[in-house]
C-alpha cells in the first residue's frame, strides 16, 4: 500500500519560513519523481518544485529562488524548505510521487498571515 505522509505545516507570518516534510512507503522510492503541489479552494492543484530520481530540480516561478526541493533516497523523504513565505503562499499543500501513476499524499495547510 502506496503512503505519502506530509508534515510541517502551520501559521506563519510573512517573511518567516516553513519546512514542509513527505515520508514515502510501498514504493520504489528513488525511481519515483517526486514533487510538491499546492491548492487554494476553488482553484486548480498547481506543481510548485519537482525533483527527478537523478536530483535535478525545477521550480513554479512564483517559488523560484525562495524555496527548495531536496529528497532523501536513504529514509525515503522529501522536503521542501520553503522561505521568505507571503500570503500568496497560503494554500494546501501536498507531495507527490509520479513514474507513470501519480501517488498523491493526504495534504498539509499552510496559512500565512500576519
Known amino acids: 500500500q502506496v503512503q505519502l505522509v506530509e508534515s510541517g505545516g502551520g501559521l506563519v507570518q510573512p517573511g518567516e519560513s516553513l519546512r514542509l516534510s513527505c515520508a514515502a512507503s510501498g514504493i520504489q522510492f528513488n525511481s519515483y519523481t517526486m514533487g510538491w503541489f499546492r491548492q487554494v479552494p476553488g482553484t486548480q492543484r498547481e506543481s510548485v518544485a519537482i525533483?527527478?530520481?537523478?536530483?535535478?530540480?525545477s521550480y513554479s516561478g512564483s517559488v523560484k529562488g525562495r524555496f527548495a526541493i531536496s529528497r532523501d533516497n536513504a529514509k525515503n523523504t522529501v522536503s521542501l524548505q520553503m522561505n521568505s513565505l507571503t500570503p500568496d503562499d497560503t494554500a494546501v499543500y501536498y507531495c507527490?510521487?509520479?513514474?507513470?501513476?501519480?501517488?498523491w499524499g493526504q495534504g498539509t495547510q499552510v496559512t500565512v498571515s500576519s
Open positions: 525533483i527527478s530520481r537523478s536530483g535535478s530540480t
Open positions: 507527490a510521487a509520479i513514474y507513470g501513476t501519480t501517488y
